[in-house]
């Protein structure tokens, strides 16, 4: 006979809504330490698109620990199922962002003009030598990394993606349960 396990780490393991949640936390974590480590050790300074798209890390990692947490405690399917659509939902927007910060990449259609547009505002005269000297424009439609033909606004698409899946799976599998 075999011993049925009734422990809050044993009913964790097996529950979806807590496997797709830590999943999507260690991915979210995994992505922002990535991204910090091209900004302050490579010093691949990011644009103003590739700002954006961390927003939906920041947005998912608390809120993958929340899901995660209240899987663990037993909180209502509603509210699990509720959670995982919304880090879905997060995850599937910050695709279409990074899609489209690839796009204006490859020059397949104009980007902000703040980012990707001819630099039009230079300040005073006066102060034009000083500001050239400390500042240093990152333009989004120049890719400063890539790496099998991709760069970091396409693996943010493939990586949005896969928290989506996780996410919107987690979320089905709950509800059903």
Not at 106 to 129: E, I
Not at 140 to 163: H, K, P, T
Request: net charge positive; with cysteine.
């Amino acid at each position: 006979m075999t011993a049925v396990s009734s422990s809050p780490a044993a009913s964790s393991a097996a529950n979806p809504a807590f496997q797709a949640a830590v999943a999507v936390a260690v991915i979210a974590v995994a992505t922002i330490a990535g991204a910090w480590f091209f900004e302050l050790v490579l010093d691949i300074r990011p644009c103003p698109l590739c700002l954006e798209q961390r927003y939906a890390y920041y947005l998912s990692i608390p809120l993958a620990v929340l899901v995660a947490i209240g899987a663990g405690r037993g909180a209502p399917r509603g509210v699990l199922v509720a959670g995982l659509a919304l880090l879905a939902l997060a995850a599937l927007a910050n695709a279409v962002l990074g899609g489209y910060h690839a796009g204006v990449e490859w020059k397949f259609w104009q980007g902000p003009t703040g980012c990707s547009g001819p630099v039009v505002d230079l300040g005073k005269a006066g102060s034009l030598f000083e500001r050239l000297d400390t500042v240093k424009v990152i333009r989004c439609d120049e890719v400063q990394w890539r790496f099998l033909g991709l760069s970091l606004a396409g693996y943010n698409v493939l990586i949005s993606l896969l928290m989506a899946a996780i996410a919107a799976c987690g979320a089905v599998r709950t509800a059903r349960r």
